[in-house]
C-alpha cells in the first residue's frame, strides 16, 4: 500500500510537470506558485478539519518552525522549481526529482551524521553521473543555449523539498495529514509574500483577467 502510495505521488509529479510547462508560457513562475497553492491550502486545512477536527487546526506552539518548514518545502520547491521548468524541460524536471532519494541519503549524511552504506554511496555517484548524461547529452555545454542553470534551479528546489520531508521528523506530534496542511498554508503565505515583492519589484508579471479563465492550472 505504501509502495503504491509513492508510485501515485510519482506519476502524479511526473504529468504535473508537463502541465506545468504548458502554463508557464501564459503565467510566470511566482504567479502560477500562487494560484496553484492559495486553493491548495484552504482545501487541505478543510479536509484537515474533517478528518482531524477543528482543533488540529491549531499549531500549538509549532508555528515558526512549520513556517520555515512550509516556506523551505512549498516555496523554495514551486518557485524554483518553477523558475527553472520554464527555461528546461519536463523530463530533465521529473529526471531530477527522481533523485529525491539519494538526495536524501547524502542530507542525512550531512545533517544527521549518518553515513550511507558504500553500495548506496556508490548507487548515488552512479545515479548523479547519469542524470548529468541524460541532461547533457554528454556535452556539458555551457553556452547560452543550455538548460544547465535551469536544471540547477529546479535542483535547488528539489532540495528545499527533501529537507521539508525531512523536517517533519521534528514534529512527531503531528499527523502526515496535519503536518501537510499547517505547512502548506504558511508555506502559502510565503508564497503570496514572495510573488507581490517580486510583482512590485518587476520580476514578476500579474496575470490580465482573461488569462486566468484559461490556463490549464
Not at 486553493?39 to 482543533?55: C, K, S
Not at 520554464?86 to 521529473?94: F, V
Request: proline fraction near 5%; aromatic fraction near 8%.
Amino acid at each position: 500500500r505504501a509502495a503504491g502510495m509513492l508510485v501515485f505521488t510519482t506519476v502524479a509529479w511526473g504529468a504535473m510537470f508537463a502541465v506545468a510547462k504548458s502554463a508557464l508560457g501564459t503565467l510566470d513562475a511566482f504567479w502560477l506558485s500562487t494560484w496553484r497553492y492559495i486553493p491548495a491550502a484552504v482545501a487541505m486545512l478543510a479536509i484537515l478539519w474533517l478528518v482531524e477536527g477543528r482543533g488540529s487546526l491549531s499549531p500549538r506552539g509549532a508555528s515558526l518552525r512549520l513556517w520555515v518548514l512550509g516556506s523551505v518545502g512549498f516555496a523554495g520547491f514551486s518557485i524554483l522549481g518553477f523558475l527553472g521548468l520554464a527555461e528546461s524541460r519536463p523530463e530533465h524536471a521529473a529526471i531530477l526529482v527522481a533523485l529525491m532519494p539519494l538526495i536524501t541519503s547524502l542530507m542525512n549524511w550531512v545533517v544527521r551524521g549518518r553515513r550511507p552504506g558504500a553500495l548506496t554511496l556508490g548507487a548515488t555517484i552512479v545515479a548523479f553521473a547519469g542524470v548529468v548524461l541524460v541532461i547533457t547529452h554528454g556535452r556539458l555545454d555551457l553556452s547560452a543555449g543550455s538548460t544547465l542553470h535551469a536544471d540547477a534551479l529546479v535542483l535547488a528546489g528539489v532540495t528545499c523539498w527533501v529537507a521539508y520531508t525531512m523536517g517533519a521528523a521534528a514534529l512527531p506530534q503531528f499527523s502526515p495529514l496535519r503536518y501537510t496542511a499547517l505547512s502548506m498554508s504558511l508555506g502559502a503565505v510565503t508564497i503570496t509574500g514572495v510573488t507581490i515583492a517580486a510583482t512590485v519589484a518587476g520580476i514578476a508579471q500579474p496575470p490580465a483577467l482573461e488569462v486566468l479563465r484559461v490556463v490549464p492550472l
